[in-house]
C-alpha cells in the first residue's frame, strides 16, 4: 500500500525480488546456504585465532576482527531478506528500516577500516621489519581496532539520523531488499541536498580514501620485494599479501560499483543484484581465501582437528 500524497510514511514497503516471483524460493535457499556457510567459515576463523598461539600475531588480530564484523555485516540484512522472500507483503516500519541502515553503515566503514589496518601491518612487516614489534604493538593494534569501530558508530550514527530527519510523505516503496542508502534516499520528500552530499562524503572518506591507502601500501610492497634478490622471498611475501589485497579489491570493487556508479546508469534489478553481492556473496570468500591461500592458517586448523580428535 502507498501512503497518500502528504501523509507521513510510517513504514516501507521492500520490494526486493517480488517481481520475479518463480526466483524467489531458489533464491531463498541460496542466499541461506551461502549465510550458514559464511557463518562457520567466520566462525572458524575466530576459533583458530583465538585458539592457536602460532596465530597470536596483529595480522591475525586483524583478521579476528574483520571475521567478527563479517559476520555481524551480512546478519544485518540476511535473516529479514529471507523473511522478505517468504512473505507476500514485505515491509518495515521506519524506526526498523532507520535500525537496519545504522548498522549497516557502521559494519560496513568498520570494515574498510580494519582492511586498511591490515594493509599497514603488511607494510610495517616488509618494508620496516626492523621497527615491525615497535610500530604494530599490542597497544598499537589496540587503538587501531578501537578507532576502527569507533569510525564505524560515528558513521553509522550521523548518517541514518541526516537521512531520517528528512520529511518521507507519500510514496514508500523500496526498490530494493534492505534499508539501503540511495533507494531509501530517493523516497526523502523535499531537498535531499544534505542527505546527498552526505553520501558523497561517506564514500569518499570510507571507500576512495581507504582503498588508496591500501594501494599506497601495496605499492611500498611491491617496491621493497622487487629489491630483494631471491624468488623464494617473493613467494613468501606474495603467500602473505595476495589473501589481503583478494579481499581488499572484492570488497571495494563491489562497493564502488554500488556507490560511485553515475545514477543515469542505475536500475532496481542493477542495484539489487550487486546488493547481493556486496551484502551476501563477499562476506561469504572471506574465509575461504583465508584458508586455502594461507598455510599458517590451514596449520592451525590441522592442529584444531587433531586436538579435538585427541579428546575425543
Not at 69 to 93: C, G, K, N, Q
Not at 241 to 252: A, E, K
Not at 276 to 304: D, H, I, Q
Request: hydrophobic share 45%.
Amino acid at each position: 500500500m502507498v501512503c497518500d500524497n502528504g501523509t507521513a510514511v510510517t513504514e516501507f514497503i521492500l520490494l526486493g525480488f517480488s517481481g520475479s516471483p518463480s526466483l524467489q524460493v531458489p533464491l531463498f535457499w541460496g542466499v541461506l546456504c551461502i549465510y550458514l556457510v559464511t557463518l562457520l567459515g567466520n566462525s572458524l576463523i575466530i576459533v583458530l585465532t583465538l585458539a592457536d598461539p602460532a596465530l597470536h600475531s596483529p595480522m591475525y588480530f586483524f583478521l579476528h576482527h574483520f571475521s567478527l564484523v563479517e559476520i555481524l555485516y551480512t546478519t544485518t540484512v540476511v535473516p529479514r531478506m529471507l523473511a522478505d522472500l517468504m512473505s507476500t507483503h514485505p515491509t518495515i516500519p521506519l524506526i526498523s528500516c532507520f535500525t537496519q541502515m545504522y548498522f549497516f553503515s557502521c559494519f560496513g566503514v568498520t570494515e574498510c577500516c580494519l582492511l586498511t589496518a591490515m594493509a599497514y601491518d603488511r607494510y610495517a612487516a616488509i618494508c620496516r621489519p626492523l621497527h615491525y614489534t615497535t610500530l604494530m604493538n599490542q597497544g598499537a593494534c589496540n587503538c587501531m581496532v578501537g578507532a576502527s569501530y569507533l569510525m564505524g558508530i560515528i558513521t553509522g550514527t550521523t548518517h541514518s539520523i541526516c537521512i531520517f530527519t528528512l520529511p518521507f510523505r507519500g510514496a514508500n516503496t523500496i526498490h530494493h531488499f534492505l534499508c539501503d542508502i540511495l533507494p531509501v534516499l530517493r523516497l526523502a520528500t523535499g531537498s535531499t541536498f544534505r542527505g546527498e552530499v552526505g553520501n558523497l562524503a561517506v564514500t569518499i572518506s570510507f571507500i576512495v580514501t581507504p582503498f588508496l591507502l591500501i594501494m599506497a601500501s601495496y605499492t611500498c610492497i611491491l617496491a621493497t620485494i622487487l629489491g630483494v634478490a631471491t624468488s623464494q622471498s617473493h613467494q613468501k611475501v606474495f603467500s602473505t599479501c595476495s589473501s589481503h589485497l583478494f579481499v581488499v579489491i572484492l570488497f571495494f570493487g563491489t562497493g564502488t560499483v554500488a556507490y560511485l556508479r553515475p545514477e543515469a546508469g542505475s536500475s532496481p534489478d542493477t542495484d539489487q543484484i550487486i546488493g547481493v553481492f556486496y551484502t551476501v556473496v563477499t562476506p561469504m570468500f572471506n574465509p575461504f581465501v583465508y584458508t586455502l591461500r594461507n598455510k599458517e592458517v590451514t596449520g592451525a586448523m590441522k592442529r584444531l582437528t587433531n586436538r579435538f580428535l585427541w579428546s575425543a
